[in-house]
């Protein structure tokens, strides 16, 4: 095979597209679960996400008389096609090396910000004044988080950079490589503070609790999706699905990428984001409420800020 | 930044009945308000002007579901003091102990609620599991889980012998732990006390200004319980402490409920325990002549006033009664002034607005 259809592969159906998107989905039908178990309650099946987006594929999308057509129409779509192609980007430790010519840390730190970018522009481009207070809350969050996650990854980024002998290291398959030989950088209590901050940035990116605040159901009714329904909303939701294994899938590589290669590795991969998204997601969503919007701006720029500037520091101080 | 406008119901997933928030934003933070009712107006005043006695206890009682005992509960006492009735003892006690089953259920309801507008949906999941144990008490011992059928002139439609008593007891000592377990929750975890402290605050000049009533007043240090200031039926013989707190916020109105859950648990336990033998109702119901009469009861979300006037016919020549939620609506402008978007629903629910009641 070619390269170029190596990398469409890769791309559309493994690590990326298909199964990024089983993965996702089991992961949401998995979260759904254990968050109904701890409220007692006897929660969804495990493949509801799935029966959902079945039943959203066969219903009819609603275009708003008010809405500007063209961008809340293809905004779903350029979302979810972003997220396919940051999933072909992250490494399985012993499967799977994203191919140099995808991209590096950096091009995927600018590939997680498209959801939200997305989600600002079908809020503002569906009409509704509720997709309006949306759009500003999620930019408000995004500029929160966006800045003490970089400083998270460029901690890992200059670490391992050192650590190779060149100063930074913006390669993804160069950071499991560095952790295969030096152990995973979850053992090592200088690299705590990062970890730390990229643990905040998980509820903030994937939108859940404590920071659902863009989509607050009861306070403005699911915010920019609020005027999407049918195949549009399902997209949504697959872009949510398929972003979930790509920030989960971040994590993993940046901190614990370790682990036997071949099928194992891939079902290590699998058990990894799995149990990382149940306490670092659901626990999380299920044990507090929501923040009020400059709450968390707040929270953002007093906690994750200050351990992401210690994380830089450390780094550059042992370096 | 320019100014917009939202609209907040008549359907919104965060009110349990429609009510129309015209709110107007800049940014985040409420510039203006303008309240619209209307949309569960279903003539009730009418209604009962077209039915006889009997048949408006039927009425009265769907007025509204959380408070569907209190409304038959005046309507029954303002009928008796026309007519000159006096309700056997038992009778008393057994409608106090309806009234508080009722007052619980309601209470925890809106305390859950508050749970869920904030987003801490365990928490309204474990609050509404407690409230359950209410529920099946009330299908036990009344067949319904809402409207319970309770009351009716001259005496009650139910009865609690030894073995009834027996269980209204264990079922009341099943809700303590769960109760003093979220209570502290709701003291002490910082997400909600994040949302809720010094949010929709209610200073006490203006509760008094505007007149608000029952817990909300009660929350902003107005000691007003229509059970103190005006007993009614058994309630000066029943040992109870009226809740107050100083703050006006909407901590304060939740707390205010919880506290006044434990005190209703108290006053069934002194109903339990003092509750004489005897007839549940008088023989028969003697004419009703002409004549008219006020009714005044503290329903879960405060004061409720009937008045009743009747022409020796068989049916009210006029029903009129005040809802606790009309007075607290107006609070809702001061609460709301300079509040954030977030907080709309929130202060909203916390004054436990019963639509129906107020519009029926």
């Excluded at chain 1, 408000?140 to 060149?166: D, F, K």
């Excluded at chain 2, 006690?93 to 749970?115: C, G, M, P, Q």
């Excluded at chain 2, 939740?254 to 004489?276: A, G, H, N, W, Y």
């Excluded at chain 2, 607290?328 to 909203?348: E, F, S």
């Amino acid at each position: 095979m070619s390269d170029g259809l190596i990398l469409l592969f890769s791309v559309l159906v493994f690590p990326g597209g298909l199964f990024a998107l089983a993965l996702g989905l089991l992961i949401k039908g998995v979260d759904r679960r254990v968050a109904a178990r701890l409220q007692r309650r006897v929660g969804p099946p495990l493949l509801q996400p799935v029966f959902d987006l079945i039943k959203l594929s066969r219903k009819e999308t609603m275009i708003p008389a008010q809405s500007s057509a063209a961008i809340f129409r293809w905004a779903p779509l350029a979302g979810f096609s972003c997220m396919v192609l940051a999933a072909a980007m992250i490494p399985i430790n012993g499967v799977y090396r994203p191919s140099p010519e995808l991209g590096d840390l950096l091009t995927l730190f600018y590939l997680l910000a498209v959801p939200a970018v997305v989600l600002m522009l079908a809020g503002s481009a569906s009409g509704s004044p509720f997709g309006a207070i949306g759009f500003s809350r999620e930019m408000s969050i995004m500029l929160a988080y966006e800045g003490p996650v970089l400083l998270a990854l460029l901690s890992v980024a200059i670490r391992v950079g050192v650590g190779e002998g060149h100063l930074i290291s913006l390669s993804l398959t160069e950071i499991v490589q560095y952790q295969r030989v030096h152990g995973p950088f979850i053992l090592d209590p200088w690299m705590w503070p990062a970890m730390l901050t990229f643990l905040c940035f998980f509820p903030a990116n994937l939108g859940v609790l404590p920071f659902d605040i863009p989509e607050a159901e009861t306070e403005v009714l699911e915010g920019p999706l609020l005027e999407y329904s049918g195949p549009s909303l399902g997209l949504f939701k697959m872009m949510s699905a398929v972003k979930c294994v790509v920030v989960l899938g971040l994590g993993i590589t940046l901190f614990l990428p370790n682990g036997p290669d071949g099928v194992l590795g891939l079902l290590l991969f699998a058990v990894k984001c799995t149990v990382l998204a149940v306490l670092g997601v659901t626990v999380v969503r299920t044990g507090m409420g929501r923040m009020r919007i400059d709450q968390a701006f707040r929270f953002f720029l007093k906690w994750p800020l200050a351990l992401g500037i210690a994380s830089l520091a450390i780094m550059l101080a042992r370096s | 930044m320019s100014t917009y406008k939202i609209p907040v119901g008549p359907l919104h997933v965060a009110l349990e009945e429609p009510m129309y928030f015209k709110v107007e934003v800049e940014g985040e933070t409420v510039t203006g308000l303008d309240i619209q009712a209307g949309h569960v107006h279903r003539g009730i005043e009418y209604l009962v002007a077209k039915r006889n006695i009997h048949q408006n206890i039927v009425l009265t009682e769907r007025i509204c579901s959380l408070c569907s005992n209190s409304h038959p509960f005046s309507y029954c006492m303002a009928l008796e003091r026309i007519g000159g009735i006096i309700v056997p003892e038992r009778v008393e006690y057994l409608r106090v102990v309806a009234d508080e089953i009722k007052r619980i259920a309601s209470h925890l309801f809106n305390v859950a609620i508050t749970a869920h507008l904030v987003g801490f949906d365990t928490l309204f999941m474990q609050v509404m599991e407690t409230r359950e144990i209410m529920q099946d008490t009330k299908e036990t011992i009344f067949g319904n889980r809402m409207d319970l059928g309770a009351n009716r002139i001259g005496g009650v439609r139910y009865d609690l012998d030894g073995e009834g008593k027996a269980y209204l007891a264990a079922q009341l000592a099943r809700m303590k732990a769960p109760l003093d377990e979220f209570r502290d929750l709701y003291e002490t975890n910082g997400s909600f006390l994040r949302r809720t402290k010094g949010v929709g605050v209610l200073p006490r000049a203006d509760a008094i200004r505007l007149g608000l009533v029952g817990p909300v007043a009660r929350a902003s240090g107005v000691d007003y319980d229509v059970r103190r200031k005006a007993p009614y039926v058994v309630y000066d013989r029943l040992d109870f402490d009226v809740q107050t707190l100083a703050d006006g916020d909407v901590w304060s109105r939740t707390m205010i409920r919880l506290r006044e859950v434990k005190e209703s648990v108290r006053i069934i336990e002194q109903c339990l325990r003092d509750i004489p033998e005897g007839p549940i109702s008088i023989d028969a119901i003697p004419e009703i002549p002409a004549g008219e009469a006020i009714a005044k009861s503290e329903a879960p979300r405060g004061e409720l006033i009937y008045y009743l006037r009747t022409d020796g016919s068989d049916k009210p020549a006029r029903l009129k009664w005040r809802v606790p939620s009309y007075n607290n609506w107006k609070g809702l402008q001061v609460m709301m002034a300079g509040c954030k978007v977030a907080d709309i629903a929130l202060i909203v629910g916390s004054i436990d607005p019963c639509i129906s009641c107020t519009e029926r």
